[in-house]
């Protein structure tokens, strides 16, 4: 078995004892976007003991330009990223237990889905989820470790708590929705993903194995066309803010309402509409029931139903994705209409 991991454990970093530590080690991977799926192919190879790759989404043709673990036929068997990222890594390793949780990580299913890990990877695309992750980490002390990219530019950071400022203490406030770009509004070039996870999982590598004096301490800025890295160094800022998280420890986003019911997929002409109690749909019923008004599809993770200006991805836990619109409104009437709350 540790021939597998040889060169690994070669290295003077890691050795031996580095090694066993890793595959001592749970991570959760929150997103499976061109991000998530390069930190976990690079976990899974690594050796952790588990994997927790949690997504909200299905796969969709342009998804496959960055996003490494999915192929075409993922698509035509309709598999949410979480369950095709979960069957391709599991052919590369098979003694990693790989979890599956198809989901919305929000602040009511966080404390359950995190509860046994030791580190975070954020492969998310939106700012209240990352300060979600954040509050978490903060309040229970697991690290996490930022990163984001679009474009050309990518952005990480290491939050460990106690030893580092976290992600509030950076970016005082959420950014107002509509001022930061998305990949669905200015494009991605999938080398600064795969670079981004990258230095992700080499920090992560560090934390795992408790090389913590080699992290980067610095919010670590690249653009791969402009040819420029850049580090911010952030460790002053651990001694003298006033940060609302890790020295007030007040979790504004872990308090939250449990679901604002309805969130815009940033950029993506979607709307995400959760079930207020969690349902237990039978998806082959609503099929069923659905095959009359428009073209439906359907396996044991996701239905969806093409109607003729929006299609619905409807998944077991009543949580659906309604594309063709950015309005609530309307996304909540087609739920209702279709669905039924
Ligand atoms: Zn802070």
Redesign the pocket.
């Known amino acids: 078995m540790l021939d597998r991991y040889a060169r690994q454990a070669l290295f003077s970093g890691i050795g031996s004892k580095g090694q066993a530590a890793i595959m001592e080690k749970t991570v959760a991977i929150v997103g499976c976007g061109a991000l998530g799926c390069t930190s976990a192919n690079l976990l899974v190879r690594s050796g952790v003991k588990r994997l927790r790759i949690i997504d909200r989404d299905y796969i969709e043709e342009s998804n496959l330009q960055r996003q490494l673990l999915f192929d075409e036929e993922d698509i035509t068997k309709n598999l949410p990223k979480a369950v095709a990222a979960q069957r391709k890594l599991q052919k590369i390793n098979s003694h990693v237990v790989i979890d599956a949780t198809v989901a919305d990580l929000n602040p009511s299913n966080i404390e359950t889905l995190l509860e046994d890990v030791h580190l975070i990877i954020d492969g998310v695309d939106n700012f209240e989820t990352r300060f979600l992750i954040n509050d978490y980490s903060?309040k229970q002390g697991i690290p996490w470790i930022y990163g984001a990219c679009v474009g050309s530019r990518g952005v990480t950071m290491n939050v460990v708590p106690q030893r580092t400022?976290?992600l509030?203490?950076v970016l005082e406030n959420l950014p107002p929705v509509g001022t930061t770009e998305t990949c669905d509004t200015e494009g991605i070039i999938a080398p600064i993903a795969n670079l981004i996870a990258s230095l992700q999982i080499a920090e992560a590598l560090k934390i795992l194995t408790n090389n913590l004096d080699a992290l980067n301490t610095g919010l670590l800025t690249v653009d791969l066309w402009q040819n420029k890295m850049t580090r911010m160094d952030v460790k002053g800022l651990s001694g003298n803010?006033d940060?609302i998280?890790?020295?007030r420890r007040t979790y504004e986003f872990l308090s939250r309402d449990k679901t604002s019911l309805s969130t815009i997929l940033c950029g993506r002409g979607s709307v995400q509409i959760l079930h207020p109690n969690g349902a237990k749909l039978d998806l082959a019923n609503l099929a069923e029931r659905l095959k009359r008004v428009g073209g439906v599809t359907h396996n044991s993770f996701l239905l969806r139903l093409k109607l003729e200006k929006y299609e619905l991805a409807v998944f077991p836990d009543g949580r659906s994705i309604i594309s063709g619109t950015n309005d609530p409104v309307v996304a909540k009437g087609l739920y209702a209409k279709y669905i039924g709350m």
């Open positions: 903060v400022p976290c509030r203490c803010t940060c998280t890790c020295k």
